[in-house]
């Protein structure tokens, strides 16, 4: 170490200067605690020392932390000792001096706009998203090296010594944007992290007065950049200064930290004892929230065996990948903990702010549901939800399909799918009440998606921050955002700080990503506490830490040691070359060693340490446990970690396990227990207890019940009052689907459930049966009112038709009504032809009918239908059904009735009037393609006892769900494509056991037991 001036050395502040090896983080930490009680001790002595503070040079903030607290917990007042990062060390000497540091928020802006303008990056990385960070990162390791201006030409000369082609032209360019960087660090017009660590050198060099100091400890560092080194190694040349390293044996002819050792212990060092061994364990475990939950029950116990929680860690390579899982298990077993640098999940804020900056990013092609997420609410708004639904309801999916509708769409209000009850109107028939959206507040949106589009369209490409800001304040009161809206003061204070970043001109997209990470801090909240409790780190915040007990997990293959990747612009071969005229570049292939060495730091950390992985990551995927876990010889211990178990698992454990009696105890204490961890008041629960359980016998019965039919498995019970609609006579069609599948009648067609539109989902196909068949429909009774019919057929009544579908399907996709009428047009064909032929005399289209038959009592009930088509031919009444689906025989349609699936058009028949199927499809031989009802049916028994036999479910209130068919476990055809699927039992075995068992047993011989046994085994009919 060069010479210090004599009034600064010497003076024995807890041993002689120079630096000082030792084995772990533990023996490094005890060494230096040492050192400073011993130079405490004389200041006690002597408090004129105090005028000159001691120093502690750490690498991170968490390591700060820690010192600061060992030295409190050491028993006496520290006065006068300083424990700084050297990033903070770097801005006092710039305060002192009177200098601050230039903005360094858009440093990387500047690298890719003078990237940006190199042919040679431009070729490669222009097409990629984000291909200039590539660029950024390499020029950060080159400024980080000490990369001046001055370098550049010897740098230019050596990369052309050894590389040629893309390469040299690709490097070249790199070194030319760093040269034009550091010209502007140079001149303070812009900041970066390395310009105030080399300024803070210079300063120091011309005057150590700047930095009071009576001695000086760097401790925590392995390894450091250029620049870092260079600030380490002018403190280590003008104070009293003393270097701890943590430099195990197998470390010392390692390539990691060469660089440091090499420039900071010229000066002989000497040796602490070696810290004593860690009694090292390991564990698997099936997936990433078992490990968090082992992780948190270890944690528990330690703290009951009397350790500070402080001075127990759990520490991860990747700790994003484990923060929520490790908070959720950490919360359960009731163990304090801080995230210290880690973020948690996404506050309101947060939310808030994504969906404004995804619309920055996007634009007009927004989903229009995230933009709603980024306007700001009124009282008296209509609920968000509700606007969503109104929006896919209207077939709106994007920003600029919501700018560009019709206002007309929405004149009487969105009438929503969901359903707030059931009533009976002024004619007495049930109808379903659904929620309303007003016309008004579809209105408003329109108004400011419009306002939205409007003030994106006017940002400039290219503009200054204030002027990028000035656009995004008034984007902001476009979309009604207020100072109360979440996220509103985040914003204003992020903006500021970026209006304070500089002149520079940015493009709209560089501005975006410099805001977002503007934001990034705002929009998460912190992961446990404010420092105290356990310590949840990062394996870069464990940096030379010492702990009771650690735990390190996710230690998986792939994870830690981290991948390392060479640099696509700047490869590591190239680097070795230029290290040549900047030695401190860094290598990325030396990132294994460092690896290691934080690995084998980490197990030197603690007496008792634990590794764990878990065996499949969240999606399922196995993955292999880290090779660093087979470098501590250690195997795995499989069998279970002896786990406390938190009052969750307890529950958890008298729910799987014990008696329903029990767990019918337990539950409300647990119920109450959740209120109070959710902050919500205490109130009675016994209500809601007896309903969860109530629930729970019905979907897990271990009694007698899971032989019987339950109200989720159709047992719903007779109508009660006038609302239900089942006091109507029902439509043809509802027995129909009564007979497919009893379940989803009772869903569909008597509790009006619906599944919600969704607008962006998946378009139906042209060639849809439902819609194409609809269309036919629409077109044919269209058709039949007009003067030409069947002579000819006027085409555009085939797009009103098709227009009327999409409109009601919901479907904004432009040109899709002119293909659905495209594809309806040969089916429409086929029945005009058919007229033509016969000559029928239309008298109705679409005309309702009633039908009188009989149920299983005997007793007169009316059957209500609506059919296509009404002629008289040939004096005679002629009902007609048209079908464009699959064509069907008379078998078909024998099974089909005896099923009770086909019973239509025997309806129709049911007052002597003729009855028919008509198929339209284009590709069907002619003469087949009407079948009448008396072919059929001739002499009706088939017809009564199905429609009986439907009555009498729809009566009794029994709609069992055809999970499964009567003679075997197998899914129904019903079932694949049921789009109500969400509200009933399919894919539950044990639903479709309790249905077999109940099939098979014997029953009491209710009305409803009775009545959905027939039902139910209706498909065993014509087979
Ligand atoms: S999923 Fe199957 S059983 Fe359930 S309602 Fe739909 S068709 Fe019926």
Redesign the pocket.
């Known amino acids: 170490m060069p010479a210090v001036e004599q009034d600064q050395i010497g003076n024995g502040e807890g041993g002689p200067p120079g630096a000082r090896t030792a084995c772990g983080p533990r023996a490094v930490e005890a060494g230096l605690l040492a050192e400073l009680d011993a130079a405490c001790s004389r200041v006690e002595r002597d408090p004129a020392r105090l005028a000159r503070p001691l120093r502690v040079i750490v690498p991170s903030r968490a390591l700060r932390e820690q010192i600061g607290c060992l030295l409190v917990e050491r028993g006496r007042a520290r006065i006068g000792i300083r424990v700084q990062t050297l990033d903070g060390l770097a801005r006092e000497v710039l305060e002192r001096a009177g200098q601050c540091a230039a903005p360094s928020l858009l440093c990387g802006e500047v690298v890719r706009d003078l990237a940006r303008r190199e042919p040679a990056l431009a070729r490669d990385l222009d097409g990629l998203d984000d291909g200039y960070a590539a660029a950024h990162a390499s020029v950060d390791d080159l400024l980080d090296a000490g990369f001046i201006e001055l370098h550049l030409d010897p740098l230019l000369e050596r990369a052309a010594e050894v590389a040629g082609g893309p390469a040299l032209a690709r490097a070249s360019a790199l070194l030319r944007v760093a040269a034009q960087v550091s010209r502007e660090l140079a001149a303070q017009t812009l900041g970066h992290r390395s310009a105030e660590l080399a300024r803070a050198s210079e300063l120091l060099r011309a005057d150590v007065d700047l930095l009071p100091t009576r001695a000086l400890w760097i401790h925590g560092f392995a390894d450091a950049t250029g620049v870092q080194l260079d600030l380490l190694e002018t403190l280590a040349q003008r104070f009293e200064s003393r270097l701890w390293l943590d430099l195990p044996e197998v470390q010392r002819a390692s390539a990691f930290g060469a660089r440091l050792r090499e420039r900071l212990t010229s000066v002989p060092a000497h040796s602490a004892d070696p810290s004593p061994g860690a009694r090292v364990a390991a564990s698997r475990h099936p997936d990433p929230e078992c490990e968090a939950r082992a992780a948190a029950a270890w944690a528990r116990a330690r703290i009951d065996a009397g350790v500070a929680p402080e001075q127990i860690a759990i520490v991860a390579r990747d700790l994003a990948r484990h923060r929520l899982a490790l908070r959720r298990q950490l919360g359960r077993f009731g163990v304090p903990f801080s995230g210290v640098a880690e973020r948690g999940a996404t506050t309101p804020a947060g939310r808030q702010l994504a969906a404004l900056c995804e619309l920055l990013e996007r634009g007009a092609a927004l989903p229009a549901e995230r933009w709603l997420d980024a306007r700001g609410r009124a009282a008296g708004d209509a609920p968000p939800a509700d606007l969503r639904d109104a929006l896919h309801v209207l077939g709106i999916a994007s920003l600029s399909d919501l700018a560009a509708a019709p206002p007309g769409t929405w004149s009487d209000g969105v009438l929503l799918r969901a359903r707030t009850g059931l009533a009976v109107d002024e004619q007495g028939a049930p109808r379903a009440l659904r929620r309303r959206v007003r016309s008004a507040a579809i209105s408003a949106l329109h108004e400011a998606a419009l306002a939205s589009l409007r003030q994106l369209e006017g940002d400039p490409a290219r503009a200054p921050v204030a002027a990028h800001a000035a656009r995004l304040a008034e984007l902001t009161g476009a979309l009604g955002w207020r100072a109360d809206t979440p996220g509103c003061a985040e914003l204003s204070a992020a903006l500021a700080d970026l209006e304070r970043a500089g002149e520079s001109p940015l493009r709209r997209d560089d501005f975006l990503r410099v805001l977002r990470r503007a934001l990034a801090e705002v929009a998460t909240d912190p992961l446990g506490g404010r420092g105290g409790g356990v310590q949840v780190l990062s394996v870069m915040e464990a940096r030379a830490r010492s702990f009771a007990a650690l735990r390190v997990i996710g230690l998986e293959r792939g994870v830690f040691p981290r991948r390392v990747s060479e640099d696509p612009l700047l490869p590591d071969a190239l680097r070795r070359a230029l290290r040549d005229v900047l030695p401190d570049l860094p290598v990325k292939t030396e990132g294994h060693e460092e690896e290691r060495f934080l690995f084998g730091q980490l197990v030197a950390a603690a007496p008792e340490v634990h590794l764990s992985c878990a065996q499949r990551d969240a999606t399922g995927r196995a993955t292999p446990p880290s090779p660093l876990i087979e470098r501590v010889a250690i195997g795995f211990c499989d069998a279970p970690e002896p786990t406390p178990r938190s009052p969750r698992d307890a529950l958890l454990e008298v729910a799987q396990s014990r008696a329903r009696g029990e767990f019918a105890s337990a539950l409300p204490a647990a119920l109450a227990d959740a209120r109070r961890a959710l902050g919500l008041a205490d109130r009675e629960l016994g209500p809601l207890a007896r309903a969860r359980l109530a629930v729970l016998r019905e979907l897990d019965p271990r009694d007698a019940r899971r032989h019987e039919l339950g109200p989720f498995l159709g047992a719903v019970g007779a109508p009660r009052s006038r609302v239900d609609p089942r006091s109507t006579a029902p439509f043809v069609t509802q027995l129909e689907d009564t007979a497919?599948?009893p379940?989803?009648a009772f869903?569909s067609r008597i509790l009006s459930v619906e599944p919600p539109p969704d607008a962006r989902g998946a378009l139906p196909g042209a060639a849809d049966k439902r819609l194409l068949g609809n269309v036919v429909h629409g077109a044919l009774a269209l058709a039949a009112a007009t003067e030409t019919w069947p002579g000819s057929f006027p085409r555009e009544l085939l797009l009103e038709a098709a227009r009327e579908q999409t409109v009601k399907e919901g479907v904004a996709l432009p040109g899709f009504a002119q293909v659905l009428a495209r594809c309806a047009a040969p089916y429409v064909e086929v029945a005009r032809r058919l007229d033509a032929a016969d000559s029928p005399r239309i008298v109705g289209v679409e005309e309702l009918g009633v039908a009188r038959v009989r149920d299983a009592a005997g007793a007169e009930r009316e059957l209500r239908f609506k059919a296509d088509r009404i002629d008289e031919i040939a004096g005679r009444m002629r009902r007609t059904d048209w079908k464009t689906g699959k064509p069907k025989t008379v078998q078909d349609h024998q099974r089909g009735l005896a099923q009770g699936e086909r019973i239509q058009i025997h309806a129709y028949a049911q007052d002597g009037a003729r009855a028919r199927y008509v198929y339209l499809d284009p590709e069907h031989d002619d003469a087949k393609r009407v079948i009448d009802a008396s072919a059929i049916d001739p002499g009706r028994e088939k017809f009564d006892q199905s429609v009986a036999t439907l009555f009498a479910a729809r009566d009794a209130g029994a709609f069992p769900?055809?999970?499964r068919k009567p003679d075997r476990d197998e899914?129904?055809v019903?079932?694949r494509s049921?789009d109500?699927?969400p509200?009933?039992?399919?894919g539950d075995s044990g639903a479709r056991m309790r249905l077999a068992a109940w099939a098979e047993a014997q029953h009491d011989g209710s009305e409803l037991e009775r009545a959905a046994l027939a039902v139910w085994r209706l498909p065993e009919n014509g087979t």
């Open positions: 497919r599948c379940w989803r869903l769900p055809r999970l899914e129904t019903a079932c049921c109500l699927r509200a009933c039992l399919r």
